[in-house]
T-cell receptor, first 110, second 117 residues
Framework: DQQVKQNSPSLSVQEGRISILNCDYT??????FLWYKKYPAEGPTFLIS?????DKNEDGRFTVFLNKSAKHLSLHIVPSQPGDSAVYFC?????????FGTGTRLKVLA | DAGVIQSPRHEVTEMGQEVTLRCKPI?????LFWYRQTMMRGLELLIY????????DSGMPEDRFSAKMPNASFSTLKIQPSEPRDSAVYFC???????????????FGPGTRLTVL
């Protein structure tokens, strides 16, 4: 049973536009959420995180939104750049373990 | 720092053979994690260690899988005997400990792509 779900396996966006990646979770005990980015033949790299006491966290072009009542988080990338093309994993944690989703492949078209 | 180092980067073996994957965590990190990535299940946590002690191995799929951490700078994940369904990318990650307890952000190695024929 997937506790963290990324229902869109892929997403294509035009350069300069906004990319929105979504993630849903089922366990209300999760209190910390993260996004990782992964390029081919490399390991995932940390991108941005948010604690459950917040509903928004921003870092440059990247913003993560958390809706606890809906058990939903999203990652916004504005403006999208070709170098953002990668697989994005969301993860949730309630203990010392991260539970990852299956990933969304983002392609930013030049 | 060199980051998390994994070897080999690619491994091709035949069903029934023993496979050993290796990981060197970032120096000073207290936590080490082994993950498996597949298309269907994404990134799954197999096991993690704190100060070289296995804390949670509930993600290890079967008794064919075992992991050790003999010291702070080395860990192995062994599959014996290997099966075609074990084919996946295996990642090792490490993290510091937070002052409040628990691991900080995890840093991943480049992964080992395992193919079992």
């Amino acid at each position: 049973d997937q506790q963290v779900k990324q229902n869109s396996p892929s997403l294509s966006v035009q350069e300069g536009r906004i990319s929105i990646l979504n993630c849903d979770y089922t366990n209300s005990m999760f209190d910390y959420f993260l996004w990782y980015k992964k390029y081919p033949a490399e390991g995932p790299t940390f991108l941005i995180s948010i604690s459950s006491i917040k509903d928004k966290n921003e870092d440059g072009r990247f913003t993560v939104f958390l809706n606890k009542s809906a058990k939903h988080l999203s990652l916004h990338i504005v403006p999208s750049q070709p170098g953002d093309s990668a697989v994005y994993f969301c993860a949730a944690s309630g203990t010392y373990k991260y539970i990852f989703g299956t990933g969304t492949r983002l392609k930013v078209l030049a | 720092d060199a980051g998390v180092i994994q070897s080999p980067r690619h491994e091709v073996t035949e069903m029934g053979q023993e496979v050993t994957l290796r990981c060197k965590p970032i120096s000073g990190h207290d936590y080490l994690f082994w993950y498996r990535q597949t298309m269907m299940r994404g990134l799954e946590l197999l096991i993690y260690f704190n100060n070289n002690v296995p804390i949670d191995d509930s993600g290890m799929p079967e008794d064919r899988f075992s992991a050790k951490m003999p010291n702070a700078s080395f860990s192995t994940l062994k599959i014996q005997p290997s099966e075609p369904r074990d084919s996946a990318v295996y990642f090792c990650a490490s993290s510091r400990a937070l002052l409040a307890g628990g691991p900080d952000t995890q840093y991943f190695g480049p992964g080992t792509r395992l193919t079992v024929l």
